[in-house]
């Protein structure tokens, strides 16, 4: 089944998928929240499949922790840049090393 409206989206995430084997996919568990929150309550997608698409997605990606180091990221993110909370979140995640 195709979750996207427009053939184009569905392409693009298909070839993103493929080309994952060439970076080493990090996430939060604020992203995964995120996916499974639209998934299910804007696409009425069944919990049970949202559980199996996030389980493939966690074979192959690394979910960092948040702390506070992230929080004062996340406090200078939204000062400097006018992020929203999620977004400075995200970024802290992928500046964490």
Known sequence: MRYAQDD???EYC???LKK??????ITNIIVIDEV???LWKKY???KSEIFEFINR???FSTIKPLDEVDYKRLKELMLNYGLKPSDALHVSTMSNE
Do not use: A, H, M, T
Not at 20 to 25: G, L, M, R, S
């Open 8 to 10: 184009r989206i569905y």
């Open 14 to 16: 298909l070839e993103l």
């Open 20 to 25: 994952v084997d060439e970076y080493e996919p």
């Open 36 to 38: 499974i929150w639209i």
């Open 44 to 46: 009425g997608i069944d």
């Open 57 to 59: 997605i966690v074979e």
